[in-house]
């Protein structure tokens, strides 16, 4: 049984490992975004709006598509990983009957929601994919009002 636990314990840390990662990426993918989207908002700050500025706010449009669709893929790579890692940590209760881990998991997210009622209603892949749209939004209404000059 030990030998099972151990091969258990081993996956989950690989798979806690590529959640970070997915994580990181996305953090990364959208701090990118980030920048060059202020870096563009500052260039119409300057400039003001000007046909010339046109392809400018099409590509706040494209990033922020690009954001929202790179955050959606990352969330679905850190779910399929936590679906995994929710079956070991199946198996390793039926292993370790004793050490409660399902029912000490329960607890901890009743307390947590609990402390956090309003915040745990609030899914942070939802946070991240508005902060994207809000971006495309930007460079839409920029680009309708560099259209109607």
């Known amino acids: 049984m030990a030998d099972s636990t151990d091969v258990l314990l081993k996956l989950s840390e690989q798979r806690w490992a590529e959640v970070k990662q997915a994580?990181?990426?996305?953090?990364?993918?959208?701090?990118?975004?980030?920048?060059?989207?202020?870096?563009?908002v500052g260039i119409f700050t300057q400039k003001g709006l000007d046909r010339n500025?046109?392809?400018?706010?099409?590509?706040?449009?494209?990033?922020g598509i690009y954001g929202a669709i790179g955050s959606r893929k990352y969330r679905e790579?850190?779910?399929?990983?936590?679906?995994i890692l929710k079956l070991y940590?199946?198996?390793?209760?039926e292993l370790h009957p004793d050490a409660q881990i399902?029912?000490?998991?329960i607890q901890a997210k009743e307390f947590h929601e609990k402390l956090h009622p309003l915040m745990t209603k609030f899914h942070p892949n939802y946070l991240w994919v508005t902060l994207h749209i809000s971006i495309a939004i930007a460079g839409t209404i920029l680009t309708i009002s560099i259209l109607r000059l």
């Open 77 to 83: 790579r850190i779910h399929y990983s936590l679906s």
């Open 102 to 105: 399902e029912d000490r998991r």
């Open 23 to 40: 994580e990181d990426q996305r953090s990364a993918l959208s701090n990118i975004i980030l920048l060059i989207a202020s870096a563009i």
């Open 89 to 93: 940590r199946n198996r390793l209760n």
């Open 53 to 63: 500025n046109l392809p400018l706010s099409l590509l706040l449009i494209f990033l």
